[in-house]
C-alpha cells in the first residue's frame, strides 16, 4: 500500500486497526472500579467523551495504554489486543466484589483517519479533540490517537470495506494506507508506544504519557509515584527525539552515549519523509539538551531533538 507523504497531508489516509481491540466494561461499579485502576478521570466523564488513559503498576509502571469511549451503558476500551491479555490479568487480580464485566467486542473493528481533511471526510468536524458521536450504527470520534490530526471510527466488523469507501468518497485524493505510515506519524509527535519505548521499569512521565494522565481526579494505582515525581520535577530519565546524521537507521536497542557514558538506547525508529532518519529514546538526564550530539552504537551519531519534531 502506498504511504501518506508529505506532499499528500492534506487529504486523508485510512487503516483499520487490526491490532486493536475493543471491550465493553459494563456493570454498575464499572466506572468506580476503572477510575481507580487507571489515569483518566472515569467517574468525571460524560457519555461523549473519549478518554486516553494508562493502566499502571503501583509504582506507576506502564503497562499499557488505551483509549475509553464513554457511552450511557458501557465503557468501551480501546486496546492493543496483545496488551488487552495483560491489562485484564492484571485488573482481574484486584476485582473483588465488584459489579464489573468485560466482554470482548468481537463484532465492532476501529478504523483510524488521519490528516487534516479526516474530520471533513467522518463527519467529525464540529466535534471537540478527545469526543465522539453516535451516527447510522457507528461511533465516530474526534481522536488524535498518534498525535496528529485524526478521527477514529468504529463500526460492525462485516461493514469495515464499505465504511472505508464511504471515508475515501468524501475527501477526493485519500485512500487507504498502511501502519507503517501511523508509525511515522506516531514518532514525528513523539506518542510513546508501552511495550516499544517503554519497559515494565519505565514511569510514565519519563515516556511523556502526560495527555493520559488526570492530574485532579481522586485516588487511583499509581497515583503517589505520579504526584511525587510531578511536584518535586525529579524525573531523572525523559523521552526525547534523535536526528540521525546517516540515512541509514539504527537498530531498535542502540546504545546511545555522551562522553562516553550510556545516556538510554534507541527505542523507535523510521524515515520522515519530512525529517529524515529519526527515532526516540528515553534519555538520562545529562543528554537532555537539544542540539547535543550522541553516538550511536558503535559508528553512528545522532542530534537531540524535543518533540514533536515539528516543533524542535
Given at each position: 500500500m502506498p504511504h501518506l507523504e508529505t506532499s499528500d497531508r492534506p487529504n486523508a489516509g485510512v487503516l483499520p486497526l487490526d491490532g486493536r481491540l475493543l471491550v465493553r466494561v459494563t456493570g454498575d461499579d464499572r466506572a468506580s472500579f476503572l477510575h481507580g485502576m487507571c489515569t483518566a478521570d472515569v467517574k468525571g466523564a460524560r457519555p461523549g467523551a473519549v478518554l486516553p488513559t494508562l493502566f499502571l503498576t503501583e509504582h506507576a509502571h506502564a503497562i499499557a495504554d488505551a483509549f475509553i469511549w464513554v457511552t450511557p451503558d458501557a465503557l468501551i476500551l480501546d486496546i492493543d489486543a496483545e496488551a488487552w491479555t495483560r491489562t485484564r490479568a492484571h485488573l482481574e487480580k484486584l476485582l473483588v466484589a465488584d459489579d464489573v464485566e468485560f466482554e470482548d467486542a468481537e463484532?465492532?473493528?476501529?478504523?483510524d483517519v488521519e490528516g487534516p481533511a479526516s474530520l471533513d471526510a467522518t463527519g467529525a468536524a464540529s466535534l471537540a479533540a478527545w469526543s465522539f458521536i453516535e451516527t447510522a450504527g457507528s461511533f465516530v470520534g474526534n481522536l488524535p490517537r498518534y498525535g496528529g490530526p485524526a478521527a477514529s471510527v468504529i463500526a460492525p466488523r462485516n461493514s469495515i470495506d464499505s465504511t472505508i469507501a464511504a471515508i475515501v468518497a468524501k475527501a477526493p485524493g485519500s485512500r487507504r494506507i498502511d501502519a507503517s505510515v501511523l508509525e511515522t506519524i506516531r514518532i514525528e509527535n513523539g506518542v510513546a508506544r508501552v511495550g516499544v519505548d517503554t519497559t515494565d521499569k519505565t514511569i510514565a512521565l519519563e515516556a511523556r504519557l502526560n495527555r493520559a494522565i488526570s492530574f485532579n481526579k481522586g485516588c487511583y494505582l499509581g497515583q503517589e509515584t505520579i504526584e511525587r515525581a510531578t511536584a518535586?520535577?525529579?524525573l531523572k530519565k525523559r523521552m526525547f527525539g534523535l536526528k540521525f546524521h546517516s540515512e541509514g537507521l539504527p537498530v531498535a536497542g542502540a546504545v546511545l552515549t555522551l562522553a562516553g557514558k550510556e545516556v538510554g538506547r534507541v527505542?523507535?525508529?523510521?524515515?520522515?519523509?519530512?525529517f529524515g532518519a529519526i527515532g526516540l529514546a528515553i534519555l538520562h538526564h545529562s543528554a537532555w539538551t537539544?542540539?547535543?550530539e550522541l553516538k550511536v552504537g558503535e559508528g553512528g551519531s545522532a542530534i537531540v531533538s524535543d518533540l514533536p519534531f515539528a516543533q524542535s
Open positions: 463484532d465492532l473493528a476501529i478504523i518535586r520535577g525529579g527505542t523507535s525508529v523510521v524515515h520522515s519523509p519530512r537539544p542540539g547535543a
